[in-house]
């Protein structure tokens, strides 16, 4: 199970933390992807870490302004949005999967949704 956590609503050139708790038994090898979701919009993945490893890989849109991080005593991912912009406004949702498949594969497919089985309920972020 996936619960999301911290949105909200800021002005442009503003930041929010998003938090994704993860409730499993282990919290490594796990490919933890954010993805968004505007109206009318494709839902689209932006980030992803493997957890354990920490490996992180971003898409073009955000790479520079958001970070995405690991704590795995809380089993939690977070991503730290700075610098946002009206077009980051979507519903966030973080999302598992790729069990065991590796770094390589979270990096190359963390855009997928078909790859990730479990989903969070998704949060809100607006910027305007």
């Known amino acids: 199970q996936l619960v999301e956590s911290g949105g909200g609503s800021v002005q442009t050139g503003g930041s929010l933390r998003l938090s994704c708790a993860v409730s499993?038994?282990?919290?490594?090898?796990?490919?933890i992807s954010w993805f968004r979701q505007s109206p009318g919009k494709e839902r689209e993945g932006v980030t992803a870490?493997?957890?354990?490893?920490?490996?992180?890989y971003y898409g073009d849109s955000v790479k520079g302004r958001f970070t995405i991080s690991q704590d795995t005593a809380k089993k939690t991912v977070y991503l730290q949005m700075d610098s946002l912009k009206p077009e980051d406004t979507a519903t966030y949702y973080c999302?598992?999967?790729?069990?065991?498949?590796?770094?390589?594969?979270?990096?190359?497919?963390?855009?997928?949704?078909?790859?990730?089985?479990?989903w969070g309920q998704g949060t809100q972020v607006t910027v305007s």
């Open positions: 870490i493997y957890t354990g490893v920490g490996s992180t």
């Open positions: 499993s038994v282990t919290f490594s090898s796990y490919c």
């Open positions: 999302a598992a999967g790729l069990i065991g498949a590796g770094t390589w594969f979270c990096g190359r497919r963390f855009g997928e949704k078909a790859a990730f089985p479990h």
